[in-house]
């Protein structure tokens, strides 16, 4: 078993597969598969805080680390702003790209509360969405930034 910190609490996660696949096997369904190549963003997580792809990653990597997924940063009861500003701002279609979307997000505002233009389209370049909510997602983020440095 692979002993990480999933989402704030210890967990004890299945060897033998990649991170994504074990997180979903805890019934953690947001970071969702899309590529499996790194190369989409629907599979991101927060590991030590980074923004990283889950789905060719061993779980062996999170041995001993922390590992955050969306519903680690916020729910219905307790949403995280940049969740409160994607629904204020209709940021998304299907949503199959915005939980990878939201934490790479979330990671850039910890690191970067007020970032330009060109800082937050190169934070977001990993992740494609083929809804072209680029637009909306975009004007979310920003909503979520200004409402955090208040
Ligand atoms: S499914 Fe992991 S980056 Fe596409
Ligand atoms: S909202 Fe559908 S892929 Fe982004």
Known sequence: MIRCALNGAPAALPGGMTLLQALRAQGLNTPRFGCGE?????CHVLLEGRSTPSCALPVEAAEGRAVVTLEGLGGRAAPHPLQRAFLAEEAGQCGFCLAGIIVTAAALLRE???PDEASLRAALDP???RCGSHNRI???????AAEMRA
């Open 138 to 144: 975009l004007r979310a983020i920003r909503r979520a």
């Open 127 to 129: 992740h494609l969405c």
């Open 112 to 114: 970067n509360p007020d």
């Open 38 to 42: 790194e190369r989409c963003g629907a």
